[in-house]
């Protein structure tokens, strides 16, 4: 009969040993999980961090290059263009050192859109010395492709089925991509203009 309750107080504490294993582990687990999930917050911090000193980059890049592509550049006197020029020579190259990426998780479908994207925007501005304003209409037409409020001209709708098909960073990054060209393409319109008129108004000197 005592060999009998011994036994059985055993079983009830083995029991309750593993029960209370059992809650540990739970205990352990749920603490993993609460870091990993801190941790994703850091990651996705990061990320976004790191994408924000990437377009700053791409920014900066390109106002020392519309400094040194300026009219104001051209309209100073040779030496101080000079010195400028090495200044501007200078900014960019410590630019080029700041080497930040952010890789993009894409599947095959949407590496195989982001190709074609990448395609048509690059055979548009391999041509736009040859036809500045068509290319522009083009490349506004794309632009209207990739936001979601009522665009002012046409969309092309080929394109934006394939840019609906990338990954959501890359169109993000199709978009700034083509609002960098449209901006470019405005800037060398305008030195353009300007150049023409002055030329114009010393054909009109000379001619008095």
């Not at 030496?79 to 990426?101: N, P, Q």
């Not at 449209?182 to 300007?194: E, F, V």
């Amino acid at each position: 009969m005592a060999q009998a309750k011994i036994h059985a107080k055993t079983q009830e504490a083995a029991k309750g040993s593993r029960f209370n294993r059992t809650l540990s582990m739970a205990d352990r687990s749920g603490r993993l999980l609460e870091t990993l999930d801190q941790l994703e917050v850091r990651v996705e911090a990061l990320r976004e961090a790191a994408a924000a000193v990437e377009q700053e980059k791409e920014s900066l890049l390109e106002l020392i290059q519309s400094v040194q592509n300026s009219q104001e550049m051209r309209a100073i006197s040779d030496g101080e263009r000079e010195e400028l020029s090495l200044t501007a020579d200078r900014l960019l190259s410590r630019t080029f050192t700041v080497e930040v990426s952010v890789e993009t998780v894409r599947s095959v479908e949407q590496a195989d859109a982001l190709k074609k994207a990448t395609s048509i925007i690059d055979d548009i501005a391999a041509k736009v010395l040859d036809d500045m304003d068509g290319s522009r209409r083009q490349l506004m037409a794309l632009h209207a492709a990739c936001v979601t409020e009522e665009p002012p001209v046409p969309i092309d709708q080929k394109f934006q089925s394939i840019v609906i098909s990338c990954a959501l960073e890359d169109q993000k990054k199709i978009k700034r991509r083509l609002d960098t060209l449209i901006r470019k393409l405005d800037n060398a319109g305008k030195t353009i203009r300007i150049m023409d008129h002055q030329k114009t108004e010393t054909r009109g000197t000379n001619g008095k």
